[in-house]
């Protein structure tokens, strides 16, 4: 994939498939120590140890959609390209987390692309679901809960129009401020500059 932030969005999706009622994603970037770190985590119905092993197989796929499955494979593959690491953790009933460890001074790391719209994407088009995103550069830190914006917004729809435009601003606003050291109060989530 071009961007990590659509692998991103393929894992977290592979997370709604396994019945997660929570998904947690996080992107912690060190510019000191030149890495990034994602991390996505589940409470879904978690895998064995056989299935952990082949899910990191392209050519083995749960979907019936298609006949490889590329997500994890590729997710994989660019971390370790980078001289970086891939790991994943799972327990049948208890979900499953997804690290990726990506070394950012490597010629070939993947940019990370437009995470806050994949999460916008996942958050509006799973409005059972809380997705929690921790977004991380260095001492500053974003966090938001989807099942907080929908406190604030006592009822109306994470899908409607107008809170759709809404919600992708709010994540692409807090996210910038992180680069610029001072994110801004905000509603369904804490800053720390």
Request: hydrophobic residues 40%.
């Amino acid at each position: 994939m071009r961007e990590l932030s659509l692998n991103i969005l393929d894992i977290a999706q592979n997370s709604v498939s396994a019945g997660a009622s929570r998904i947690e994603i996080e992107v912690q970037e060190d510019t000191a120590a030149k890495t990034l770190r994602i991390r996505i985590a589940d409470n879904g119905c978690g895998m064995s140890e056989e299935t952990v092993r082949r899910v990191q197989d392209p050519f083995y796929t749960t979907r019936t959609t298609r006949k490889v499955g590329m997500g994890i494979p590729l997710f994989k593959m660019a971390a370790e390209m980078t001289g970086g690491s891939f790991s994943i953790d799972s327990e049948v009933g208890k979900g499953t987390t997804v690290t990726a460890l990506f070394r950012t001074d490597s010629i070939d790391f993947t940019p990370l692309g437009d995470a806050e719209s994949s999460v916008c994407a996942l958050v509006t088009m799973n409005e059972n679901i809380n997705i929690v995103y921790i977004r991380r550069l260095d001492e500053n830190i974003f966090i938001f809960s989807s099942d907080e914006i929908k406190q604030v917004l006592e009822g109306v729809p994470l899908n409607e129009p107008s809170v759709v435009q809404w919600l992708g601003e709010y994540l692409a606003e807090h996210a910038k401020a992180l680069f610029v050291g001072n994110a801004p109060e905000n509603q369904g989530g804490q800053s720390e500059a």
